[in-house]
């Protein structure tokens, strides 16, 4: 984009990082399937491998449309330089392991993603990396572990599948007196509602599968940050072969022109559904951060631009009533994943939490009961009607 004045995020969505690679007048960007980038010159080979000229080498390393999805990304989160990756798990993993080294310690919150939690629990001690995972809205006792010295702190806000949300200002700073290197996962709010780099993170990271696709037809992850860092985690990545698919780095790219209107509208419907829910009889509690009535709405309010398509609710009874109700939902699909054109619902216990025990996700303050709704792009009465149709027959 060679415009003299600062984009606004939607036209970013649209425009951003796609003048480089389009060819011969194509206004879209190609799908470049080539494994391999030929020369002639063997001087020019040398100089695009030694990164002294810009150019493209190995499909494992970079890719042109694979790119441009770095860079569309890159500009809306208002980073220096960004990376991709097959799947969101690939961009954490990547991340921690590139940052981390025996010895070192993390510390983080207990309601992470269900995949990162694994690698927190399961595979960081096995190198004998210490992990501190904190109750989640827990500011002071997040502090007091940071305070003790670390080396990354991982935050996730809003959180799956309660919608905690995190201070993030104030634990990037804490993190930042430590000499910490911060990193947040975005992918609930997405650059549109939320930008962790302008809040204090180094890293900010996202599963592309969830809003940034937005379709649900293919799996990416990504991370924005500075150069050097950047460069570091491309150089772990490159080496161990998580590398995002050229076809669905276009699926990304086509996907990302719509985010801004799909999160809009994903916003305001979630807000509406969470006001029916809130007051509905047959339902115990809603989780939206958007609700005066949620614990931290007032740093939601501070750090988001809009509060986001996910939300939960906890019906009255048991998993029996679950049971009951999610095949009753005529606009919901009932299955894992989350932010897709169509709307999504799931309870935890099948979903984000399907590793844990029943002990396990009550401990977490789960209930059974709990089911996770991703708000599709639908109309809104049509959703709210849905809701209140599926209710009345279980309440009945
Ligand atoms: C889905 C998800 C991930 C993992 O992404 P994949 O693309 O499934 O690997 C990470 N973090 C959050 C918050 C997610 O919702």
């Known amino acids: 984009m060679s415009k003299n004045t600062q984009p606004h995020l939607g036209t970013m969505a649209v425009w951003a990082g796609e003048d480089e690679y389009l060819m011969q007048g194509a206004t879209q960007v190609p799908v470049v399937h080539s494994v391999s980038f030929g020369y002639n010159d063997v001087d020019e080979w040398l100089d695009v491998a030694l990164e002294r000229k810009k150019g493209h080498i190995y499909g494992r390393n970079t890719n042109p449309t694979v790119h441009v999805f770095e860079e569309k990304l890159r500009l809306m989160e208002g980073a220096e330089a960004a990376t991709s990756f097959a799947t969101g798990m690939a961009a954490i993993s990547n991340t921690l392991y590139t940052l981390l080294r025996p010895g070192d310690r993390v510390v983080s919150a207990k309601d992470t993603y269900g995949g990162t939690n694994v690698i927190f629990t399961e595979f960081l001690p096995r190198l004998n990396i210490d992990v501190a995972l904190c109750d989640t809205t827990d500011f002071a006792a997040i502090e007091a572990e940071i305070a003790k010295g670390c080396n990354v702190v991982y935050l996730e806000s809003p959180t799956n599948p309660t919608l905690k949300v995190m201070d993030l200002e104030r634990l990037a700073k804490a993190g930042k007196a430590v000499g910490a290197t911060i990193v947040v996962d975005n992918t609930f709010a997405t650059p ?162 399907v590793e844990c025990t029943l002990e396990e996700r009550q401990a977490m303050g789960i209930p059974e009961t709990l089911i996770r709704y991703s708000v599709g792009i639908e109309d809104t009465a049509d959703l709210i009607a849905d809701l209140q149709q599926a209710l009345d027959a279980v309440s009945r």
Request: with cysteine.
């Open 192 to 353: 549109i509602n939320q930008n962790p780099l302008a809040l204090g993170a180094d890293l900010v990271l996202h599963s592309a599968t969830k809003f940034l696709g937005g379709h649900a037809d293919a799996l990416g992850g990504v991370v924005c940050g500075p150069k050097d860092l950047v460069k570091q985690i491309y150089h772990y990545r490159e080496i161990n072969g998580a590398t995002l698919h050229p076809m669905a780095a276009y699926l990304m790219i086509r996907g990302m022109k719509t985010l801004h209107l799909r999160v809009r509208q994903q916003n305001e419907s979630a807000q509406q559904i969470a006001e029916f829910l809130a007051v509905h009889p047959f339902v115990r509690s809603v989780y939206y951060p958007g609700l005066p009535s949620h614990t931290h709405h007032d740093i939601a309010r501070k750090q988001m631009r809009g509060f986001g398509g996910v939300l939960s609710f906890e019906l009255q009874g048991d998993f029996d009533t679950v049971r009951d109700f999610l095949p009753r939902l005529n606009y919901a699909h009932a299955a894992a994943n989350l932010g897709s054109v169509e709307t999504i619902a799931g309870p935890p216990a099948t979903t984000s939490h």
